[in-house]
């Protein structure tokens, strides 16, 4: 496998399409780079902390922690065919439901390649899960 490696500053602008030789990933540096994901579905992207609402007595509508990026805020470039995540939205819950919104951070892992101007989120970057502000870490790209 031969992963593509993007390093330096870069700014990528227009409708690209990025894939690594024979099944390799696309990175910055040593990360991967993130992407969209169907909401609730196939592997989680990260895990955050249980949304406990409503509170208790009540049970919990959904109490997963598995956590999907479906939406970037910039969807141009791709990698492998899937949205490069460039800040976005994502779901926080337990498979077929992810109830629970959150947002996707500005890229820390990430400095200096962007999209548009607006850098390319990648592993170990993180989301703001709405209903109860708790952090998600995203340890799998999803590529």
């Known amino acids: 496998m031969g992963d593509l490696v993007l390093k330096g500053m ?11 030789a024979d099944g390799g990933k696309v990175k910055v540096d040593s990360f991967e780079v993130l992407v969209e994901v169907s909401k ?12 406990i609402l409503p509170p208790p007595p009540a049970s919990p509508i959904d109490t997963g922690v598995d956590c999907w990026i479906f939406k970037s805020f910039n969807a141009t470039v791709t990698a492998g065919g899937k949205n490069i995540v460039t800040m976005g939205m994502c779901a926080q819950g ?16 990430n400095p200096t390649v962007t999209i548009n ?20 870490t995203f340890t799998s790209s999803g590529q």
Request: avoid cysteine.
């Open 117 to 136: 101007n607006i850098a390319i989120n990648v592993q170990n970057d993180m989301a703001t899960i709405l209903p109860m502000g708790t952090p998600v």
């Open 40 to 51: 609730g579905v196939g592997a989680s992207q990260g895990q955050g902390a249980p949304v």
């Open 94 to 109: 337990n498979p077929g439901m992810a109830t629970w919104p959150g947002m996707v951070q500005q890229s820390i892992g």
């Open 10 to 20: 870069l700014n990528l602008k227009g409708m690209l399409t990025l894939s690594g």
